[in-house]
C-alpha cells in the first residue's frame, strides 16, 4: 500500500485495535503493556469506564457551539482548575504548543498592558521542549527541531536547566519572563532542583518577570501531586497544561493569575475549536477521578515501589542501564546501551515505552496502574535487561 501520510514520523510497524486499562491489543490479538501512554497523554489508562461515559453522553447531546457562546462545561472546568491551582484564569485549547503560545502571547500583553512594551523576551532552559510551532522551536532552542526551518522567531534567550547562574546572568531590561519546565521530558526526564525553582522565583520576584511553566507532560497528577511545581512549594504565574488533562482527548489549558492575565482583553486572542463542550466533558470527567480521595496518594505509593524496583534493576544490569530518575509515573532510563536498544528489547517482551534526549528511555504508565502493572512491567524489564546483558 502506497503511504498517503506524509513523512514526519518513523513510525513502528505496531497496529492497534482496542485498549483496556494499562493494556493495548492488536487486531490479532496481541497485548501490549502500555507504558507509553500515547506520550504522557493517556492518564487514565484506555476505555475508562467513567471517560467513556462522559465522551458518549455528551456526543448525544452537544458537540461544538464556538466561543461565540458561553460553554458552561468549560466555565465549570476552569471553576475546578482554579480551586486547585494557583490560577484565576483560564484558556482553552486543543494542544500543548496551543497552551504555550497562549501563555508567550499573554506574557507580551501582560507587560504591554503594564507600561513595559519593551519587555518581551523569555529566557528558556537548554534541552527543553515547548512544543513545534516555529515559535515554541525557537524557545526550545534545540538545533534538531530548528533545522532547516530558519529564520528563528527571535525573542528567546537559552540558558542552561538548573543553572541560576546563567539564568542571573541573561536578564535584561528586555526580559518578560522565564519559561522552565519543572520536570523536563523530551529533553531526557530531568527533574528541577527543588531548590532552583524557588530561587527562579525569587529573581521572577526582584526583576518584575512571569514565572511560566510547562507542565504539559509533568502536570496532571503524573509527579503524584497535581502539579509537579507543588514539591516545590513555588508557584508559577503562568502555566501551559495539555496531554494528560484530556487522557486522549485532544484538550490543552493556558493558567494564569489574574494579574498576569489582565491583558488579555475580548479580542486578543482566540481559538475556534479550544473549549468545546466534547473536550470540556472529558475534562471534566477526568478531574473527577484524579481529585478523587486517595488517587494521587495512590500514584505517589505504586512511583515510589517502582522507583524502588528499577533502582534493584540498575544494580543488578549496569552493563545496560546507569540510572533512574524523574519524579512520580515520568520516568527516564539513562541507558548504557543505545536507548533504542532497551526500547526494542522491551518491545519483544510485549512492553511499550518513549525515547527520550540523553540516551534515556522514558516510563509514562498511565497513572491507574497499581502493584499487578508495576510487577508485571519489572518481569518484562528483567528479561529484556537479561537479553541485552547477554546479547
Ligand atoms: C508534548 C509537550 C509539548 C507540546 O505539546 P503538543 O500537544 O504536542 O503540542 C510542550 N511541552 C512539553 C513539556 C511537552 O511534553
Known sequence: ???????????????????????????????????????????????????????????????????????PEGERLAARLAERTFAERVFFCNSGVEAIEAGIKLVRKYHDATGNPKRWRIITCSQSFHGRTLTAIAASGNP???????????????????????????????????LVEPVQGEGGVRPADLEYLRAVRQVCDEYGLLLFFDEIQCGMGRSGKLFAHEWSGVTPDVMAVAKGIGSGFPLGACLATEKAAQGLTPGTHGTTFGGNPLAMAVGNAVLDVILEDGFLDAVDRTARDLWQRLQDLVRRYPQVIEEVRGAGLMLGLKCVVPNTDLMAALRKEHMLTVGAGDNVARLLPPLIIREAEVSDAMQRLERACRALAEG
Open 144 to 178: 534538531k527541531y530548528m533545522e532547516g526551518f530558519s529564520p528563528a522567531v527571535p525573542g528567546f534567550d537559552h540558558v542552561a536547566f538548573n543553572n541560576m547562574n546563567e539564568l542571573r546572568n541573561a536578564i535584561t531590561d528586555e526580559t518578560a519572563a522565564i
Open 1 to 71: 500500500m502506497t503511504d498517503a501520510l506524509m513523512e514526519t514520523y518513523a513510525r513502528f510497524d505496531i497496529a492497534f485495535e482496542r485498549g483496556e486499562g494499562a493494556y493495548l491489543y492488536t487486531a490479532t490479538g496481541e497485548s501490549y503493556l502500555d507504558f507509553a501512554s500515547g506520550i504522557a497523554v493517556t492518564s487514565l489508562g484506555h476505555g475508562h469506564p467513567h471517560l467513556v461515559r462522559a465522551l458518549q453522553e455528551q456526543a448525544a447531546r452537544l458537540w461544538h457551539v464556538s466561543n461565540l457562546f458561553r460553554i
